[in-house]
Nanobody, 115 residues
Framework: QVQLVESGGGLVQPGGSLRLSCAAS????????MSWYRQAPGAVRELVAG????????NYADSVKDRFTISRDNAKKTVYLQMNSLKPEDTAIYYC????????WGQGTQVTVSS
């Protein structure tokens, strides 16, 4: 069955960096565009960044553009999110998923940006 396992979150000070990973299994990873999402307390889940199946195209929410970078390794069936210049408003649970599917969500990874 489809599994998405996010990792790499933690507590970081404003201006710091984190690299999130999402290991996928149970589907043909290299055939799907992938995305990172986040959900802050009391808010709806929002799209943060997306990457095409080959990795040749990426897109970002305006709020993270020029600070976050999405990438993927199809051989490892893993998608990454490099987050730099983190702000308190980036605090959220971060999830990954395949675009345009109804695959079940993983448990997410908590990112907390605070001094």
């Amino acid at each position: 069955q489809v599994q998405l396992v996010e990792s790499g979150g933690g507590l970081v000070q404003p201006g710091g960096s984190l690299r999130l990973s999402c290991a996928a299994s149970g589907f043909s990873f290299s055939s799907y565009a992938m995305s990172w999402y986040r959900q802050a307390p009391g808010a709806v889940r929002e799209l943060v960044a997306g990457i095409s199946s080959t990795g040749s195209r990426t897109n970002y929410a305006d709020s993270v553009k020029d600070r976050f970078t999405i990438s993927r390794d199809n051989a490892k069936k893993t998608v990454y999110l490099q987050m730099n210049s983190l702000k308190p408003e980036d605090t959220a649970i971060y999830y990954c998923n395949a675009r345009y599917t109804d695959y079940p969500w993983g448990q997410g990874t908590q990112v907390t940006v605070s001094s």
